[in-house]
Each structure stands twice: as structure tokens, then as C-alpha cells.
Nanobody, 122 residues
Framework: QVQLVESGGGLVRAGGSLRLSCGAS????????MGWFRQAPGKEREFVVCITADGDTTMTTDSMKGRFTISRDNAKKMVYLQMNSLQPGDTAVYYC???????????????WGQGIQVTVSS
């Protein structure tokens, strides 16, 4: 059974930073692209960033570039999301997810974590 478990969320003031972690089990972690998505109340799930199985390539959107950085440790079966210069608009539930191929659409991801809340106060 595949499990993805996020940790590291919480409350932070605007301008602050947080580092999310996601631990994986039940899958060949080093064979999967890992991604982070987020979903704010009343909004659709939004792609944040993803990283290839070997960790060599990342993909993100222009709005996320420069503030959100993804990394992974295949030996530990962990993926991380470093978030800097956080703003209230970044408040959302953040999800890690796994897919066999590089993708930015949620529908292309096979496995999902339960999500973790990130709240940015002004």
C-alpha cells in the first residue's frame, strides 16, 4: 500500500519561510516523479512544482519560480518543499503526489498524500 505523508506545515507570518517534507512508502520511490500541489478554500487544486525521479530536473510555474524549491533524497524516500517569502495568498492545504512521468496536471498523478495546512498571516 502506497503512503505519502506530509509534515512541516503550520502558521507563519508573511515574509517567513517553511519547509514541508513528504515521506513515501510502498512504492519504488526512485522511479517516480514527485510533485507538490496546493488547494486554497473554494479554489481548484494548483500545481506548485515537481522533480524528476533522479532529482536532476524540476518544473514549476512562473508565479512559483524563485520562492518555492523542491528537492528529494531517494535514499530516505523523502521529498521536500522549501517555501520562502510566504504571503497570505500562499495559504492552502499542500499535497505531495507521485507520478511515473513529468507532469503538472493533478489528474496525471497516481498517488497523493493527505495534505497539510499552511497558513500565512499578514
Amino acid at each position: 500500500q502506497v503512503q505519502l505523508v506530509e509534515s512541516g506545515g503550520g502558521l507563519v507570518r508573511a515574509g517567513g519561510s517553511l519547509r514541508l517534507s513528504c515521506g513515501a512508502s510502498g512504492l519504488t520511490f526512485s522511479s517516480y516523479v514527485m510533485g507538490w500541489f496546493r488547494q486554497a478554500p473554494g479554489k481548484e487544486r494548483e500545481f506548485v512544482v515537481c522533480i524528476t525521479a533522479d532529482g536532476d530536473t524540476t518544473m514549476t510555474t512562473d508565479s512559483m519560480k524563485g520562492r518555492f524549491t523542491i528537492s528529494r533524497d531517494n535514499a530516505k524516500k523523502m521529498v521536500y518543499l522549501q517555501m520562502n517569502s510566504l504571503q497570505p495568498g500562499d495559504t492552502a492545504v499542500y499535497y505531495c503526489a507521485a507520478t511515473p512521468r513529468l507532469a503538472s496536471r493533478a489528474v496525471d498523478y497516481h498517488y497523493w498524500g493527505q495534505g497539510i495546512q499552511v497558513t500565512v498571516s499578514s
